[in-house]
């Protein structure tokens, strides 16, 4: 009854505070043999790490990365061998600031899970939020590492399609783009408006939302089971647990409540290779659950970063009316650094797909 836990045969139990020692990970059901690459491991650290820029938290965490168990030395130095007994995963944290909370150790946050925490437990870790700071996404980007070289063939990527309400233009839309700038954005020019966006809402002490889009490409058709193990089912359960996410749609999403029946329909011919070809991808991948090997296409909705400066009216703990405002370092938008995490928590989900797959059907 713990619910630090997620995923079936592919399964993450994250751990820690953001203001304790150390945060980490146990993922358990790697396939031994499975190579893993440390480095790419901290590659995708490194991407989520605050302090990166002045559009970020100002933490300053270098997020190395210690792998404690579950692993072999394989023939390069920074290759692993899977043993297939639990990989646990460490991330200490070095720049910890609990004095800049002490001001709301008895004051609620409007937006934030503080009051909601309170109420379930009777306690709560006022200090960076504890378990409810967005700090402990980090263990979640390194296990989705792990997920990544679980499933072969699988590429993962994402990118920030809108800050506020300015999004990017489709039309100008290149992955490679995304990391060229600070945001994660496909569309250089939107980026140039979104650095002055940005710049306007830290100087008022403010946060903005956003939007991220992950896609999945060289997914394997047939992943995903009716009625209660849908892949897109799973998909969404993984990004909804990522802090400060209010909304997920898989493909069209919302806007297909839009269309007729006869622009909603994904049409199929007969492709090339004399397999069947889809001539459109409204349903992001993903049909009755199951994958068709389309590219699989999500996305979530992030709020504004509920620690800002103006102050805003809420209660204490003793249930006195009073202004809160948060001092300290924070995200004006954390949906930047949402899209290395909304990565892993895809990738994740289909890994445990993947090994859920093979273990029912005996395919790979």
């Known amino acids: 009854m713990s619910h630090n836990s997620f995923g079936h ?5 994250t751990w820690g505070e953001s203001h304790g020692p150390a945060i980490g990970c146990i993922v358990d059901g790697t396939p031994p043999g499975t ?4 480095e790419l491991i901290q590659r995708f650290l490194d991407e989520r790490r605050p302090g990166q ?16 168990s579950g692993t072999m030395p394989g023939e390069s130095e920074s290759e692993l061998i899977a043993t297939g007994t639990p990989i646990a995963l ?9 004095k800049d ?10 937006g934030h899970a503080d009051i909601t925490y309170d109420m379930k437990y009777g306690v709560r870790d006022y ?28 590429r993962i990527q994402g990118a920030l399609v809108q800050i506020g309400d300015v999004a990017i233009d489709r039309a100008r839309f290149d992955w490679d783009e995304t990391r060229r700038n600070p945001f994660f954005c496909p569309d250089p020019r939107t980026a140039e408006h979104w650095a002055e966006l940005l710049d306007a809402v830290r100087k008022r002490g403010s946060s903005i939302g956003a939007v991220v ?14 009625l209660y193990g849908k892949l897109d089912a799973d998909i969404a359960a993984n990004l909804m647990s990522i802090n400060a996410v209010k909304g997920v749609e898989i493909g069209d999403g919302f806007a297909s409540a839009a269309l007729s029946g006869e622009e909603n329909a ?5 492709g090339a290779d004399g397999r069947p070809e889809f001539l459109s991808n409204h349903a992001g991948g993903i049909l009755g659950g199951i994958a068709t090997g389309q590219p699989i296409v999500a996305r979530f909705a992030v709020k504004p970063t509920s620690s800002i400066l103006t102050p805003r009216r809420s209660v204490d703990a003793d249930g006195n009316e009073v202004d809160v405002m948060t001092k300290g370092r924070h995200d004006p938008c954390v949906g930047i650094r949402a899209v290395p995490i909304g990565e892993a928590m895809v990738a994740c989900a289909i890994a445990d797909h993947y090994l859920r797959h093979r273990g029912q059907t005996g395919r790979v």
């Open 35 to 38: 190579r893993l690459s440390r």
């Open 127 to 154: 200090r960076g939020g504890g378990r409810s700071s967005a700090r402990e996404t980090a263990t979640r980007v390194a296990a989705g590492a792990i997920a990544r070289q679980v499933v072969p063939g699988v």
């Open 53 to 68: 820029s002045r559009y970020t938290t100002q933490r300053q965490e270098p997020d190395e990365v210690h792998i404690l």
């Open 213 to 226: 889009e992950i896609e999945a490409t060289g997914v394997p058709a047939g992943l995903g089971a009716p």
């Open 90 to 98: 460490e991330i200490r944290n070095v720049d910890q600031r609990s």
């Open 101 to 110: 909370y002490s001001e709301i150790a008895r004051r609620y946050r409007p």
């Open 266 to 270: 994904d049409e199929i011919r007969t």
């Open 9 to 13: 045969l592919f399964r993450v139990t």
